[in-house]
Structure formats: structure tokens, C-alpha cells
């Protein structure tokens, strides 16, 4: 095994069987679980950031809304790039060179005294998680074939523990340093996930031949169902992002104090981070369109309930309603690898996160333009029929997949 070659992907983690290949592909798993959960951290420790660069450089809402922007938008275009660069560097090299961009651009964002020096910063890193998503899914998928669907729910799963640890950790750095300090801090942390990325990550065979084949569809089906699943990844995010605006507002108007509406929002997330791993590994037993009919009908009744119950019974269904509206994603992405040829399976990837990423940045505003004309409650039920609208083309999706 070649740990140290920065050339092409060889196929030292095939499908042949021995222990090798289960450790290799046990360890691309979990050092990709790592560079999610990294750079879902570094998108999220942004927030925990906000407020102390607002008060450090005088920034209105609107200048913050820009340093948000920044990043995630050159995290979303630049997703396909990096599925080409990594055609040319392989899936290693570019993983992290990615990483270690994504740590650099934090540390030169310690370093900025101005606006732009921060956007130029955040673009920076941004440029570097673009590199992420679409590769280390991809990695896991073409090391694992047909039997991808339960490790991507353990990669997705990852995120989320990242973008609870980071934010955390940032939150707490700033109280017992310079925010500037700080930032180096949780830089270093990248630097060392990039130097472990590209000492131990195993080659990735990109060779047809030498790994599972992944779909047995012709281009032309596998073209038509991965536009159904790209759809329902993207009204689906678009569901848990509109939904999500309007929670606090929502249970401001049942009289949730302002303690509590921070424990709330914790019995979402949790039941979301719940609901990624569980529901992964629930597609392989129920099958995809099983698992995304009970979800997204799920998400629709739990979403009415909130809106019609009173507060405790409503903050009872949280948690449930948290895995509904996350659970869905885990199998989606653990379906993407099956609708695709093998040969191609980063650029779908990238294809379908930056569609997410996308649909997450943009929902909410329109959402918002609708709860300004009709009110909290009615934009609140309009993400519940975007749910349903789901269900009839999960059920489209149907003829695409081997098993359902």
C-alpha cells in the first residue's frame, strides 16, 4: 500500500477480500468522517464569530451577512472545480490541500484588520471545504459499492458531531483569549487533520474494474433518476431550512421563554444528528422510497402538530420532528453513488451538494418573503406541503433503483 504517493488512485482498496482491504476501506471511512467533521465546523464556527467581529470592527448586519456568504458560497460553486482537480491530483492529494487551505484561511483571518481582509479570508477557506464534501463522499461510495448506504449515514452523522464541536470549542477559546489566538488554535487543528489526510488516507481506485459496480442503469435512466433524487435533495433541504426560520417564531407565539427556546432548538438538532445515523441504515432495511415516504410524511404531520399543540406536548415531538427533518439526507446521499456511473461518482456528489448548499442558502429567503405576506403559522405550513410534495416524486424515483 502506497500511503505516501500523491499520484493518481491506485486500487489498493478494492473489493477483493482479505484484511487489507477491510482495514482500508475502515480507514477511508473514518479519516473522511474526519475531514467532515472538520470542515462542517469550520462553516458553522462562522456564527459563533459573528458577534465578535461585529463588535471588533464595527460591522452592520448587512456586512455580516456577507462574511457568511462568502464562505458558503465559494464552498458551493467551487465544488465541481475540486471533483476535476482531483481527476488530476487524485482524491488524496486534493483532500488535503483542501483541508490545509481551509485551516490557513482561518489562520489569515486571525491575522486581518479590515472587511475585505476577512472576505478574502473566508474565500479562502471556503475554496478549501469545497474540496470536502464531493471527495470524501465519493471516496467512502467507491471503496464500499453496494454497500456504501450505512457508512455515508456514519459520514453524514459526522458532520453534525463537527459542526457541534467547532462552534463550541470557538466559543470557548474567545472567553480565555483574543478571538485572533483563537483562530490560530482551531487552524493548527487543520493543519494536523491535512498532514494526517495525506500520510494515511489509501488511494482511491477510480478504475470501473476494480471495485463493485455501483448501478446497473443505462446512462440515460441514471441521468433521469439522479434529476429526481437531486430534486428531492434539494426541496428537502429547502424544507428543514424554511422550517427552522420559523421555529423560535413559532414558539414565541405559544410563550416559550427565551431559556428555553435555546433548549428547544437543542431537542432538533439532536434528534437531527439522531436522525442521520439511524435513518442510513433504516434505507437498507426499509428500502430508499420506503424510508423517504415515512419521513417526509413524517415531517409533515410532526411539523402540523408543532403548529396546532400547546408548548409541552409541542416541545415533546421535537426531538422526533429533528430526526424526520434529518433523516432524509442520510439516504439520499447513500442513493446519489447508485444512480451514478462509477466513473463519475465525485462530480455527482458535488453536483447534488452544491444543489443543497444552494437550496439551504436560498430557501429562507424565500420563505421569509412568504411569511411576510401570510403570517408565521402559514409559512410554517407551507414547508409541511413541501414535504408532501415530496412524496410523489420519491415514488418516480421508484422504477430507477435496484431495490425499494
Known amino acids: 500500500m502506497r500511503l505516501f504517493s500523491f499520484s493518481s488512485p491506485a486500487t489498493d482498496v478494492a473489493d477483493g477480500p482479505g484484511q487489507s482491504g477491510s482495514v482500508s476501506r475502515t480507514r477511508v471511512l473514518w479519516l473522511s468522517c474526519m475531514a467532515h467533521a472538520l470542515h462542517d465546523g469550520y462553516t458553522d464556527m462562522i456564527y459563533a464569530l459573528l458577534p465578535v467581529w461585529q463588535a471588533d470592527f464595527g460591522l452592520s448586519y448587512g456586512a455580516l451577512a456577507i462574511l457568511r456568504g462568502v464562505y458558503a458560497g465559494t464552498m458551493a460553486t467551487l465544488q465541481l472545480p475540486a471533483g476535476r482537480l482531483a481527476r488530476i491530483l487524485g482524491t488524496r492529494a486534493t483532500l488535503a490541500f483542501g483541508t490545509l487551505l481551509a485551516a490557513l484561511g482561518y489562520e489569515i483571518a486571525g491575522m486581518s484588520g479590515s472587511l475585505l481582509g476577512l472576505c478574502v479570508a473566508l474565500a479562502i477557506s471556503g475554496s478549501g471545504s469545497s474540496t470536502q464534501h464531493p471527495l470524501a463522499s465519493g ?83 441514471s441521468r433521469s433518476g439522479f434529476s429526481l433524487l437531486f430534486t428531492i435533495g434539494v426541496l428537502d433541504t429547502a424544507v428543514r431550512m424554511g422550517l427552522l426560520t420559523f421555529l423560535p417564531f413559532l414558539l414565541k407565539t405559544k410563550g416559550i421563554s427565551q431559556p428555553m427556546m435555546g433548549t428547544a432548538l437543542a431537542l432538533v438538532f439532536i434528534g437531527g444528528a439522531a436522525g442521520k445515523f439511524i435513518c442510513g441504515w433504516l434505507g437498507v432495511r426499509m428500502g430508499v422510497i420506503g424510508t423517504v415516504l415515512a419521513t417526509e410524511g413524517g415531517t409533515a404531520a410532526l411539523i402540523l402538530a408543532v403548529i396546532f399543540l400547546p408548548l409541552v406536548p409541542a416541545m415533546i415531538v421535537l426531538p422526533l420532528l429533528g430526526a424526520m427533518l434529518n433523516g432524509t439526507s442520510s439516504v439520499l446521499y447513500g442513493t446519489v453513488a447508485e444512480l451514478t456511473p462509477v466513473e463519475r461518482t465525485e462530480r455527482a456528489f458535488a453536483l447534488f451538494y452544491t444543489g443543497t448548499i444552494a437550496s439551504g442558502a436560498l430557501s429562507p429567503v424565500a420563505y421569509g418573503f412568504l411569511g411576510d405576506r401570510i403570517g408565521v403559522h402559514g409559512a410554517t405550513i407551507a414547508t409541511a406541503a413541501t414535504a408532501l410534495a415530496i412524496l410523489p416524486l420519491a415514488l418516480a424515483l421508484r422504477p430507477h433503483l435496484r431495490a425499494t
Open 139 to 221: 471516496a467512502v461510495s467507491r471503496v464500499y459499492g453496494r454497500n456504501a448506504r450505512g457508512p455515508l449515514s456514519i459520514y453524514n452523522f459526522s458532520g453534525d458531531l463537527g459542526k457541534s464541536a467547532l462552534p463550541a470549542a470557538i466559543s470557548l477559546l474567545i472567553t480565555v483569549m483574543p478571538w485572533r489566538h483563537a483562530l490560530w488554535a482551531v487552524s493548527t487543528i487543520g493543519v494536523l487533520v491535512a498532514a494526517v489526510i495525506a500520510l494515511f488516507l489509501p488511494s482511491v481506485p477510480r478504475c470501473e474494474s476494480s471495485i463493485e459496480e455501483t448501478s446497473s442503469q443505462d446512462s440515460s435512466g
